[in-house]
């Protein structure tokens, strides 16, 4: 049990599917985050949600869509995604504004995409 | 920017061997690092961390020792079993400001212990 829960842990989609990806966290933490590991690649930031607020998108494209209702549920919805899409997708939360606290991010066991 | 490097992998080893991942990085103002690891299969699970210069972190056996002189954060296990084949990832996170606690990660060095 990491506190930090992913469903579902496996999903196959076609391109013009559309689908979501669900993150919840149980640690009380007002951060929450969208994180690629693709094959071969240094694991990518995508979304930074503060208090439910967005406070950073790295230059992702739109088909990717997060939401965040509320602290503890990050969703990412997923439309007419392309192959190169594939992907471990990791959701991870911490306590907040990190201010030189050492404030250690948690992450979920991830959500293997395959778009074919 | 921030950058972390680690070493080159995969690595082998025989199980007891000696275990030395390498990484410096390159940061402003005094960073945290981390080690995280990843089981086959499963999603990143943190393994130690320092927050402040000479710091040693350490947990489950591993040590890595924050070096600001030599921008370094080594990962150390003095005797490696099968089960801690997994990816071994170095991280540190951004100083103050709008970072949020953003994580720079190394590419992750692969490790592989054969019984």
């Known amino acids: 049990e990491t506190g930090v829960t992913q469903t579902p842990r496996h999903l196959v989609m076609g391109m013009t599917n559309k689908k979501s990806l669900k993150c919840e966290q149980h640690l009380g933490h007002n951060a929450m985050y969208w994180y690629k590991q693709s094959a071969k690649k240094p694991l990518e930031l995508m979304f930074v949600?503060?208090?439910?607020?967005?406070?950073e998108n790295n230059s992702v494209p739109s088909r990717f869509s997060p939401e965040c209702p509320n602290s503890s549920h990050l969703f990412l919805h997923l439309h007419t995604l392309q192959p190169e899409d594939s992907a471990l997708y990791l959701c991870a939360s911490s306590q907040g504004v990190w201010e030189n606290s050492g404030n250690t991010i948690y992450f979920g066991e991830g959500s293997w995409l395959t778009v074919v | 920017g921030n950058s972390v490097t680690q070493m080159e992998g995969p690595v082998t080893l025989s199980e007891e061997a000696f275990l030395t991942i390498n990484c410096t990085y390159t940061a402003t103002g005094y960073p945290s690092l981390f080690w995280y690891v990843q089981y086959p299969g499963e999603g990143l699970q943190l393994l130690l961390k320092?927050?402040?210069?000479?710091d040693k972190g350490s947990n489950k056996g591993f040590e890595a020792t924050y070096r600001k002189e030599t921008t370094s954060f080594h990962l150390e296990k003095g005797s490696v079993q099968v089960s801690d084949s997994a990816v071994y990832f170095c991280?540190?996170?951004?100083?103050?400001?709008?970072?949020?606690?953003?994580?720079?990660f190394g590419q992750g060095t692969i490790l592989t212990v054969h019984p």
């Open positions: 320092a927050t402040k210069a000479d």
């Open positions: 991280a540190l996170t951004s100083t103050g400001g709008t970072s949020y606690g953003k994580l720079t």
């Open positions: 949600y503060n208090f439910k607020e967005q406070t």
